[in-house]
């Protein structure tokens, strides 16, 4: 079976942020890039109020109504295996950062993650509006990378 150590707070969370991440854009439509570590920041009910006020009670709610069985189910289905900040498996070196990831959601081989601390790991962002030549191109790149034995990184960016 899949490695999932993280807490089901964890994955709750981070299942919120992935609700939220377009009010978290609109809301910061021309703000300066330190505005969206200070919302990351901000506990559950600070910032849904924040971000989508009119939804917050809902998008709360239907986080908080995921059962577990749903959270974990959800990671085997998709072949994926998590981690978080509670969990021995999580980076150390990540888990110091002030705006680390709640979780880390993979798939592969979990003892890559030792490469993350190295250096031999490479982050890949797309763009917004991305193209399907874009995400080809992602998709490629990402794959020679990672035959090359690179890590691939990558999450939850708006983009």
């Given at each position: 079976?899949?490695?999932?150590?993280?807490?089901?707070?964890?994955?709750?969370?981070?299942w919120l942020l992935s609700l939220v991440a377009p009010y978290i854009e609109k809301a910061v439509s021309g703000?300066?890039?330190?505005?969206?570590?200070?919302?990351?920041?901000?506990?559950?009910?600070?910032?849904v109020e924040a971000v989508a006020p009119s939804l917050g009670l809902t998008l709360l709610a239907r986080v908080e109504a995921l059962p577990e069985s749903s959270l974990y189910g959800d990671l085997?289905?998709?072949?994926?295996?998590?981690?978080?900040?509670h969990d021995s498996l999580y980076p150390e070196a990540l888990r110091e950062a002030p705006d680390a990831p709640w979780a880390l959601i993979a798939r592969g081989d979990k003892a890559l993650l030792s490469d993350f601390q190295s250096g031999d790991a490479v982050t890949i962002v797309g763009a917004r509006r991305a193209t399907s030549y874009g995400?080809?191109?992602a998709r490629t790149l990402a794959h020679d990378l990672a035959e090359a034995g690179f890590t691939i990184v990558s999450g939850l960016a708006f983009g």
């Amino acid at each position: 079976m899949k490695h999932i150590g993280a807490c089901p707070t964890c994955l709750r969370r981070s299942w919120l942020l992935s609700l939220v991440a377009p009010y978290i854009e609109k809301a910061v439509s021309g703000a300066t890039s330190s505005i969206v570590p200070e919302l990351l920041r901000l506990d559950n009910e600070d910032l849904v109020e924040a971000v989508a006020p009119s939804l917050g009670l809902t998008l709360l709610a239907r986080v908080e109504a995921l059962p577990e069985s749903s959270l974990y189910g959800d990671l085997r289905t998709a072949d994926c295996w998590a981690t978080c900040r509670h969990d021995s498996l999580y980076p150390e070196a990540l888990r110091e950062a002030p705006d680390a990831p709640w979780a880390l959601i993979a798939r592969g081989d979990k003892a890559l993650l030792s490469d993350f601390q190295s250096g031999d790991a490479v982050t890949i962002v797309g763009a917004r509006r991305a193209t399907s030549y874009g995400r080809e191109v992602a998709r490629t790149l990402a794959h020679d990378l990672a035959e090359a034995g690179f890590t691939i990184v990558s999450g939850l960016a708006f983009g």
